[in-house]
Protein backbone atom coordinates (compact mmCIF):
# COMPACT_ATOMS: atom_id res chain seq x y z
CA UNK A 1 0.00 0.00 0.00
CA UNK A 2 2.65 2.30 0.99
CA UNK A 3 3.98 2.00 -3.27
CA UNK A 4 0.46 3.21 -3.97
CA UNK A 5 0.12 6.42 -6.07
CA UNK A 6 -3.19 8.69 -5.83
CA UNK A 7 -3.97 10.54 -9.03
CA UNK A 8 -4.38 13.96 -9.05
CA UNK A 9 -7.34 15.81 -10.53
CA UNK A 10 -7.77 18.96 -12.43
CA UNK A 11 -9.91 21.58 -10.01
CA UNK A 12 -9.07 25.24 -11.46
CA UNK A 13 -7.44 26.92 -14.13
CA UNK A 14 -6.28 31.04 -13.85
CA UNK A 15 -4.89 32.70 -16.85
CA UNK A 16 -4.57 36.73 -17.81
CA UNK A 17 -4.54 38.41 -20.91
CA UNK A 18 -0.90 40.36 -21.24
CA UNK A 19 -1.51 43.22 -23.42
CA UNK A 20 1.44 43.56 -26.15
CA UNK A 21 1.86 47.50 -26.19
CA UNK A 22 4.38 50.74 -26.23
CA UNK A 23 4.54 50.23 -22.35
CA UNK A 24 6.85 47.05 -23.23
CA UNK A 25 10.37 47.34 -24.01
CA UNK A 26 13.18 45.48 -25.63
CA UNK A 27 15.50 43.22 -23.10
CA UNK A 28 19.09 44.49 -24.93
CA UNK A 29 20.93 41.57 -24.05
CA UNK A 30 18.33 39.63 -26.05
CA UNK A 31 18.49 41.80 -28.79
CA UNK A 32 22.67 41.61 -28.81
CA UNK A 33 22.68 37.94 -28.39
CA UNK A 34 19.98 37.06 -31.57
CA UNK A 35 21.57 40.30 -33.64
CA UNK A 36 24.42 38.24 -35.35
CA UNK A 37 21.80 35.47 -36.19
CA UNK A 38 19.28 37.96 -37.43
CA UNK A 39 22.07 39.58 -39.80
CA UNK A 40 23.00 36.73 -41.31
CA UNK A 41 19.27 35.21 -42.09
CA UNK A 42 18.77 38.29 -43.60
CA UNK A 43 21.92 38.61 -45.93
CA UNK A 44 20.84 35.03 -46.60
CA UNK A 45 17.16 35.72 -47.61
CA UNK A 46 18.19 39.18 -49.10
CA UNK A 47 20.92 38.23 -51.54
CA UNK A 48 19.50 38.14 -55.19
CA UNK A 49 19.14 34.24 -56.67
CA UNK A 50 17.94 36.00 -60.36
CA UNK A 51 16.30 39.10 -61.85
CA UNK A 52 12.61 38.96 -62.97
CA UNK A 53 12.40 41.91 -65.45
CA UNK A 54 8.55 42.30 -65.19
CA UNK A 55 6.37 40.81 -62.43
CA UNK A 56 4.94 37.55 -62.50
CA UNK A 57 1.12 37.91 -61.27
CA UNK A 58 -1.91 35.49 -60.33
CA UNK A 59 -4.98 37.83 -62.05
CA UNK A 60 -3.57 38.50 -65.32
CA UNK A 61 -5.79 35.93 -67.25
CA UNK A 62 -8.92 33.65 -66.53
CA UNK A 63 -8.04 30.02 -67.09
CA UNK A 64 -3.64 30.39 -66.86
CA UNK A 65 -1.69 32.80 -65.13
CA UNK A 66 2.14 33.92 -65.12
CA UNK A 67 2.61 33.29 -61.63
CA UNK A 68 1.02 29.89 -61.72
CA UNK A 69 2.87 28.68 -65.16
CA UNK A 70 6.06 29.70 -63.34
CA UNK A 71 5.43 27.43 -60.20
CA UNK A 72 3.54 24.76 -61.90
CA UNK A 73 7.13 24.62 -64.31
CA UNK A 74 9.31 24.91 -61.77
CA UNK A 75 7.75 22.21 -60.44
CA UNK A 76 8.31 19.99 -63.70
CA UNK A 77 11.34 21.31 -63.93
CA UNK A 78 13.06 20.16 -60.78
CA UNK A 79 10.60 16.89 -60.26
CA UNK A 80 11.10 15.17 -63.29
CA UNK A 81 15.05 14.14 -62.88
CA UNK A 82 14.50 13.54 -59.00
CA UNK A 83 11.69 10.82 -59.43
CA UNK A 84 13.53 9.41 -62.55
CA UNK A 85 16.47 9.06 -60.64
CA UNK A 86 14.67 7.48 -57.54
CA UNK A 87 11.72 5.40 -59.76
CA UNK A 88 13.12 4.97 -63.13
CA UNK A 89 9.69 6.53 -64.21
CA UNK A 90 8.63 9.63 -66.22
CA UNK A 91 6.71 12.34 -64.88
CA UNK A 92 3.89 12.83 -67.24
CA UNK A 93 2.15 16.31 -65.67
CA UNK A 94 1.87 18.56 -62.70
CA UNK A 95 -0.85 20.15 -61.10
CA UNK A 96 -1.22 22.75 -58.32
CA UNK A 97 -3.57 24.31 -56.11
CA UNK A 98 -4.24 28.54 -56.61
CA UNK A 99 -4.32 28.87 -52.98
CA UNK A 100 -1.16 27.99 -52.35
CA UNK A 101 0.49 30.42 -53.93
CA UNK A 102 0.90 33.25 -51.23
CA UNK A 103 2.16 36.17 -53.25
CA UNK A 104 3.14 36.76 -56.67
CA UNK A 105 6.94 38.36 -57.51
CA UNK A 106 7.84 41.73 -58.53
CA UNK A 107 9.73 43.29 -60.71
CA UNK A 108 13.83 43.30 -59.69
CA UNK A 109 15.93 41.44 -57.74
CA UNK A 110 14.39 37.91 -57.28
CA UNK A 111 15.50 36.12 -53.68
CA UNK A 112 15.05 33.41 -51.10
CA UNK A 113 12.86 35.53 -49.26
CA UNK A 114 10.73 35.70 -51.96
CA UNK A 115 10.44 32.24 -52.20
CA UNK A 116 8.97 31.76 -48.65
CA UNK A 117 6.64 34.71 -49.28
CA UNK A 118 5.00 32.79 -52.49
CA UNK A 119 5.28 29.11 -50.40
CA UNK A 120 5.40 29.44 -47.13
CA UNK A 121 4.21 26.45 -45.86
CA UNK A 122 6.21 23.24 -45.36
CA UNK A 123 3.98 21.76 -48.50
CA UNK A 124 6.66 18.75 -49.93
CA UNK A 125 6.11 17.37 -53.67
CA UNK A 126 4.61 14.11 -53.96
CA UNK A 127 3.95 12.11 -57.22
CA UNK A 128 0.76 10.36 -57.65
CA UNK A 129 -0.19 7.66 -60.29
CA UNK A 130 -3.90 8.17 -61.38
CA UNK A 131 -5.62 5.51 -63.67
CA UNK A 132 -7.20 7.70 -66.26
CA UNK A 133 -10.31 7.96 -65.19
CA UNK A 134 -9.22 9.45 -62.40
CA UNK A 135 -7.34 11.43 -64.51
CA UNK A 136 -10.63 12.60 -66.61
CA UNK A 137 -12.18 13.57 -63.13
CA UNK A 138 -9.11 15.42 -62.41
CA UNK A 139 -9.59 17.34 -65.70
CA UNK A 140 -13.09 17.99 -65.18
CA UNK A 141 -12.40 19.27 -61.63
CA UNK A 142 -10.20 22.11 -63.27
CA UNK A 143 -12.34 23.23 -66.07
CA UNK A 144 -15.20 23.69 -63.70
CA UNK A 145 -13.27 25.33 -61.00
CA UNK A 146 -13.68 29.05 -59.44
CA UNK A 147 -10.24 30.07 -59.95
CA UNK A 148 -7.43 28.85 -62.24
CA UNK A 149 -4.99 26.05 -60.99
CA UNK A 150 -1.67 25.82 -62.34
CA UNK A 151 -0.70 23.07 -64.70
CA UNK A 152 2.52 22.60 -66.60
CA UNK A 153 3.28 19.28 -69.36
CA UNK A 154 -0.25 19.46 -70.09
CA UNK A 155 -2.94 21.62 -72.30
CA UNK A 156 -6.60 21.53 -72.04
CA UNK A 157 -8.63 23.51 -74.22
CA UNK A 158 -12.34 24.23 -73.72
CA UNK A 159 -14.97 25.07 -75.92
CA UNK A 160 -16.74 28.35 -76.52
CA UNK A 161 -19.72 26.74 -74.39
CA UNK A 162 -17.17 25.86 -71.68
CA UNK A 163 -16.96 21.92 -72.83
CA UNK A 164 -14.09 20.37 -73.02
CA UNK A 165 -12.25 19.92 -76.75
CA UNK A 166 -9.08 18.41 -76.28
CA UNK A 167 -6.68 17.39 -73.46
CA UNK A 168 -2.65 16.74 -74.54
CA UNK A 169 -0.53 15.09 -71.94
CA UNK A 170 3.42 15.76 -73.15
CA UNK A 171 2.50 16.32 -76.66
CA UNK A 172 0.12 13.32 -76.89
CA UNK A 173 -3.65 13.06 -76.83
CA UNK A 174 -5.10 11.88 -73.37
CA UNK A 175 -5.18 8.76 -73.45
CA UNK A 176 -8.03 6.94 -70.51
CA UNK A 177 -6.37 3.74 -71.13
CA UNK A 178 -3.18 4.26 -69.30
CA UNK A 179 -1.85 5.48 -65.78
CA UNK A 180 -0.15 8.91 -65.28
CA UNK A 181 2.11 10.51 -62.93
CA UNK A 182 1.59 13.71 -61.55
CA UNK A 183 3.37 15.75 -59.28
CA UNK A 184 1.34 17.82 -56.38
CA UNK A 185 1.84 19.06 -53.57
CA UNK A 186 1.43 16.70 -50.83
CA UNK A 187 -1.13 18.90 -49.00
CA UNK A 188 -3.64 17.72 -52.09
CA UNK A 189 -2.55 14.23 -51.85
CA UNK A 190 -3.60 14.36 -47.62
CA UNK A 191 -6.62 16.18 -48.99
CA UNK A 192 -7.98 13.71 -51.44
CA UNK A 193 -11.21 13.74 -52.80
CA UNK A 194 -12.20 16.68 -49.56
CA UNK A 195 -10.64 19.17 -51.97
CA UNK A 196 -11.94 17.91 -55.00
CA UNK A 197 -8.59 17.17 -56.76
CA UNK A 198 -7.44 13.31 -56.45
CA UNK A 199 -10.83 11.20 -56.21
CA UNK A 200 -8.69 7.94 -56.17
CA UNK A 201 -4.96 7.66 -56.47
CA UNK A 202 -3.19 3.92 -57.40
CA UNK A 203 0.26 4.77 -55.94
CA UNK A 204 2.36 7.96 -54.56
CA UNK A 205 5.90 8.44 -54.12
CA UNK A 206 7.07 10.88 -51.78
CA UNK A 207 10.00 13.27 -52.82
CA UNK A 208 11.29 14.61 -49.96
CA UNK A 209 11.17 17.83 -51.32
CA UNK A 210 9.67 21.19 -50.09
CA UNK A 211 8.11 22.88 -53.00
CA UNK A 212 10.28 26.46 -51.57
CA UNK A 213 13.07 24.40 -52.26
CA UNK A 214 12.48 23.93 -55.66
CA UNK A 215 12.12 27.19 -56.15
CA UNK A 216 15.08 28.30 -54.46
CA UNK A 217 17.23 25.98 -56.34
CA UNK A 218 15.45 26.84 -59.84
CA UNK A 219 16.61 30.70 -59.23
CA UNK A 220 19.87 29.79 -58.81
CA UNK A 221 20.17 27.63 -61.78
CA UNK A 222 18.94 31.20 -63.70
CA UNK A 223 19.45 34.80 -65.00
CA UNK A 224 16.57 35.41 -65.39
CA UNK A 225 13.06 34.81 -63.93
CA UNK A 226 10.79 34.54 -66.88
CA UNK A 227 6.68 33.38 -66.96
CA UNK A 228 3.97 34.41 -69.21
CA UNK A 229 0.24 33.50 -69.88
CA UNK A 230 0.50 31.13 -72.45
CA UNK A 231 -2.02 28.30 -74.47
CA UNK A 232 -1.82 25.63 -71.87
CA UNK A 233 -4.96 26.04 -70.36
CA UNK A 234 -7.65 27.76 -72.96
CA UNK A 235 -11.29 28.50 -74.13
CA UNK A 236 -12.64 29.31 -77.53
CA UNK A 237 -13.35 32.11 -78.29
Same mark, same amino acid.
Given at each position: ?92 ? +?? %? !????? &??? @? ?6 ? #? ?13 ? +?? %? !????? &??? @? ?6 ? #? ?15 ? %? ?73
Amino acid at each position: MSCKQEKGSLSEIEGRQIQIDSTLHTADSISSFIKPFKDRINDVLDSALAYAPKPLLLEDSEHNTSMGNLMADIVLLETAPLFRSKTGKELDF +VV %L !NRGGI &RSI @ISSGNVTA #RNAYEVMPFENYISV +VE %L !NGTAV &REL @ITFLITAT #RPHPIAGMQIVMGKNGG %LESVTINGMPFDENRNYFVATSDYLVQGGPSIGFFNEIVSTTDTGYLIRNAIIDHFKKIDTVQATVDNRFIQLK
